[in-house]
T-cell receptor
Framework: DTGVSQDPRHKITKRGQNVTFRCDPI?????LYWYRQTLGQGPEFLTY????????KSRLLSDRFSAERPKGSFSTLEIQRTEQGDSAMYLC????????????????FGEGSWLTVV | QQQVKQSPQSLIVQKGGISIINCAYE??????FPWYQQFPGKGPALLIA?????SEKKEGRFTISFNKSAKQFSLHIMDSQPGDSATYFC???????????FGTGTRLQVFP
């Protein structure tokens, strides 16, 4: 399967602990996104990368959150000092931008990483 | 601020019927409108998408109707099947910002 891969799929952690999620995008995709989804809601944008450059961060991403894409391939999302409000599904997505605006941007999502903070 | 409004919140349809989900947007800068299907415990899967230069796009049993002047678009599922039971999200994106803005979702249940 060559889709977006996320690991781990489920994580239960105690409040105050740090957690890290990994995302492997579709091969050759130059854009990688992180979204967060809570129960009964649509996904909300957190941040995205063009190759290794982080282009934008949402105001939802507090200082406790950090994302990296060091070699322009896989990405990690780390949450420090987790809080119960961080419990959600963290979705990674990727796309291939081939040209300027309107050149096409089909965004594919992974299966998500469920985080439960107890 | 809810930039993409989706309705209904839930929908029950009999097998073989037509399912219709509606979305409205506010930002005229949006220029790409995808629909995603999500099963419990899974990530959203792209179903069909449309750009505002066309009024309709059909792929198999799924059709998007787009009304640019009204800033509305809808998903029609023809001959609905129990396997279509899932949550459907409309979304909108501006290529300038490259951020998908999702609706709140519609839970579709198709009964045999």
């Amino acid at each position: 399967d060559t889709g977006v891969s996320q690991d781990p799929r489920h994580k239960i952690t105690k409040r105050g602990q740090n957690v890290t999620f990994r995302c492997d995008p579709i091969s050759e995709h130059n854009r990688l996104y992180w979204y967060r989804q809570t129960l009964g809601q649509g996904p909300e944008f957190l941040t995205y990368f063009q190759n290794e450059a982080q282009l934008e961060k949402s105001r939802l991403l507090s200082d406790r959150f950090s994302a990296e894409r060091p070699k322009g391939s896989f990405s990690t999302l780390e949450i420090q000092r987790t809080e119960q409000g961080d419990s959600a599904m963290y979705l990674c997505a990727s796309s291939q931008i081939t040209g300027g605006p309107h050149s096409g941007n089909t965004i594919y999502f992974g299966e998500g990483s469920w985080l439960t903070v107890v | 601020q809810q930039q993409v409004k989706q309705s209904p919140q839930s929908l029950i349809v009999q097998k073989g019927g037509i399912s219709i989900i509606n979305c409205a947007y506010e930002n005229t800068a949006f220029d790409y409108f995808p629909w995603y299907q999500q099963f419990p415990g899974k990530g959203p899967a792209l179903l069909i998408a449309i750009r505002p230069d066309v009024s309709e796009k059909k792929e198999g049993r799924f059709t998007i109707s787009f009304n640019k002047s009204a800033k509305q678009f809808s998903l029609h599922i023809m001959d609905s099947q129990p396997g279509d039971s899932a949550t459907y999200f409309c979304a909108a994106l501006s290529y300038n910002t490259d951020k998908l803005i999702f609706g709140t979702g519609t839970r579709l249940q198709v009964f045999p």
